[in-house]
């Protein structure tokens, strides 16, 4: 059977995922178009239609598919941490860290408004998903601050997630004092452990 066949038998969907994360890691968004996906897939340029009619449609399925991967490496990380909160936030931090320097494209479309249907069910699934893993590090962080209000856990959540989101922000735009190009090591994250809990 050949290629576009099996595209034809079940797979079109994920062969178009796939090779539009490639494209997107590779040349940034303004690589991306629907044409371009279906000829990285091997398949004619009217395909795509079957499964996104748009660009923002296929570009929200990325998104979606990038949320998915974020919380799994913010996981990853917190597996083989220690379970104590201190250890437990950084773990999730240095993960947050790591997907935004493993896949940088994908982490700026993830929070791109404009060019995502932010009311796709898959993607506001997805983007829930990842946000648990920053409740779920905060919750404990609050109860030792003595934070027990829903205001207060929320603007902890707020103050961890801006810390750390806006660190790979600047680290991804070179403006660390580290030209960033995905190789060396990158200076460390910001210390939310030690802000938010003191000393070891």
């Known amino acids: 059977m050949s290629g576009k066949e099996r595209y034809h038998h079940g797979d ?3 062969a178009l995922l796939q090779a539009a994360v490639a494209l997107l890691e590779e040349g940034g968004l303004d690589a991306l178009s629907l044409r371009a996906v279906a000829a990285r897939a091997g398949v004619s340029h009217a395909a795509p239609a079957h499964h996104f009619p748009t660009l923002k449609s296929l570009l929200t399925a990325v998104a979606a598919d990038a949320f998915t991967r974020f919380a799994a490496t913010m996981q990853a990380e917190r597996d083989q941490a220690p379970p104590d909160p201190r ?14 320097r493993n896949s940088p494209q994908a982490f700026r479309l993830m929070f791109s408004p404009s060019r995502l249907d932010w009311m796709d069910a898959t993607f506001h699934q997805a983007g829930q998903q990842a946000y648990r893993q920053l409740e779920d590090v905060c919750a404990p962080v609050a109860a030792l601050r003595g934070e027990t209000s829903p205001e207060q856990r929320l603007a902890l959540q707020h103050a ?18 580290y030209p960033y190009d995905g190789s060396p090591a990158p200076p460390p994250r910001p210390d939310i452990e030690g802000l938010l809990l003191g000393a070891p």
């Open 160 to 177: 961890v997630w801006s810390s750390v989101h806006g660190y790979c922000h600047l680290l991804l735009a070179g403006q660390l004092g």
């Open 12 to 14: 079109l969907r994920n």
């Open 87 to 100: 250890s437990q936030l950084g773990a999730a931090g240095d993960g947050y860290v790591r997907f935004a």
